[in-house]
């Protein structure tokens, strides 16, 4: 069974950097395409950063293109979300999110296995 599991979260002030790891156990990851998403109070969950099994390709959301980073270890079976110039809009639940084939995919369909999602609080 794959459990995806996030870590990093936590409050920062506005203008500051958190970065979020999320380990997948079950299978190996590499091969495997690697997603984040956020959830909002009241709003839906939203794409953030995909990255190929590979690593070779990734895409973001517009709203975090230039500020979030998105990386992987497949050596540790992990992958990363570099997060800088943080918002107060940018406060959510963030989840990481693994799918079956191994390219790079924007949509929440295309993922299989989600994490339980990490708390991201950023005051201003």
């Known amino acids: 069974q794959v459990q995806v599991v996030e870590s990093g979260g936590g409050l920062v002030q506005a203008g500051g950097s958190l970065r979020l790891s999320c380990a997948a156990s079950?299978?190996?990851?590499?091969?495997?395409?690697m997603g984040w998403f956020r959830q909002a109070p009241g709003k839906e969950r939203e794409f953030l950063a995909t990255?190929?099994?590979?690593?070779?390709?990734?895409r973001y959301a517009d709203s975090v293109k230039g500020r979030f980073t998105i990386s992987r270890d497949n050596a540790k079976n992990t992958i990363y979300l570099q997060m800088n110039s943080l918002k107060p809009e940018d406060t959510a639940v963030y989840f990481c999110?693994?799918?079956?084939?191994?390219?790079?995919?924007?949509?929440?369909?295309?993922?299989?296995?989600w994490g339980q999602g990490t708390q991201v609080t950023v005051s201003s």
């Open positions: 990255i190929s099994g590979t690593g070779e390709s990734v």
């Open positions: 999110a693994s799918s079956r084939g191994g390219g790079v995919y924007i949509v929440q369909h295309a993922y299989a296995f």
């Open positions: 079950g299978r190996p990851n590499s091969g495997y395409g």
